[in-house]
Nanobody, 123 residues
Framework: QVQLVESGGGSVQAGGSLRLSCVAS????????MGWFRQAPGKEREGVAS???????SYADSVKGRFTISQGNAKKTVYLQMNSLKPEDTAMYYC?????????????????WGQGTQVTVSS
């Protein structure tokens, strides 16, 4: 059974940093795409960043230059380093896993999801 568990959320002031982690278990696919999504109240879930099994990364324009996605050596943990946080980054952040063929920013194409971790940025 595949499980994704996020951690690292919290409350910070604008300009601060947070590092989110997503630990995957039971996921044995050799080719995959791991994504971070976020959803603010009243808004649709949006793609933040993704990383493929070959190490290729993608980012939403709104976070380019501020957020960095990476994976651990065992490739069972995916990180999202978030710097220069803004109040508009406030949302529930979710980790997702899917096949390497997914369109990285399309939440409907991912198969597995974590429960989410809340990020709140105050001005």
């Amino acid at each position: 059974q595949v499980q994704l568990v996020e951690s690292g959320g919290g409350s910070v002031q604008a300009g601060g940093s947070l590092r989110l982690s997503c630990v995957a278990s039971g996921y044995t696919y050799r080719s995959y795409c791991m994504g971070w999504f976020r959803q603010a109240p009243g808004k649709e879930r949006e793609g933040v960043a993704s990383i493929d099994s070959d190490g290729s990364t993608s980012y939403a324009d709104s976070v380019k230059g501020r957020f960095t996605i990476s994976q651990g050596n065992a490739k069972k943990t995916v990180y999202l380093q978030m710097n220069s946080l803004k109040p508009e980054d406030t949302a529930m952040y979710y980790c997702a896993a899917g096949g390497s063929w997914v369109r990285w920013s399309a939440p409907g194409q991912y198969t597995y999801w974590g429960q989410g971790t809340q990020v709140t940025v105050s001005s």
